[in-house]
């Protein structure tokens, strides 16, 4: 069973860093495609960033410059460094593995006060 395991959420003021972790368990880790999307309340879940096989990475515009997703293989863990966060970022963050069939983490709470 394939299981994967955000941590890292948490409060923080506007300007800030946050660091997501995803680490995968009961699977290879993929190669292929791996990603941090986020739902904030109301809203659509959409994606942050996307890192595929080559480590091509892909951002949305508005986190651009600010977030980077990164991956280390031996620890089968998937990251996300936030910097300069605002409070537009709140939202719960989630980790996918796969694109056609996806396996997805039970999310964590990220609060940016203003």
């Known amino acids: 069973q394939v299981q994967l395991v955000e941590s890292g959420g948490g409060v923080v003021q506007a300007g800030g860093s946050l660091r997501l972790s995803c680490t995968v368990a009961g699977s290879t880790f993929s190669n292929d495609y791996m990603g941090w999307y986020r739902q904030a309340p109301g809203k659509q879940r959409e994606l942050v960033a996307a890192?595929?096989?080559?480590?091509?990475?892909n951002y949305a515009g508005s986190v651009k410059g600010r977030f980077t997703i990164y991956r280390d293989n031996l620890k089968n863990t998937l990251y996300l460094q936030m910097n300069s966060l605002r409070p537009e970022d709140t939202a719960v963050y989630y980790c996918?593995?796969?694109?056609?069939?996806?396996?997805w983490g039970q999310g964590t709470q990220v609060t940016v006060s203003s």
């Open positions: 890192i595929l096989s080559g480590g091509i990475t």
């Open positions: 996918r593995m796969g694109l056609f069939v996806a396996n």
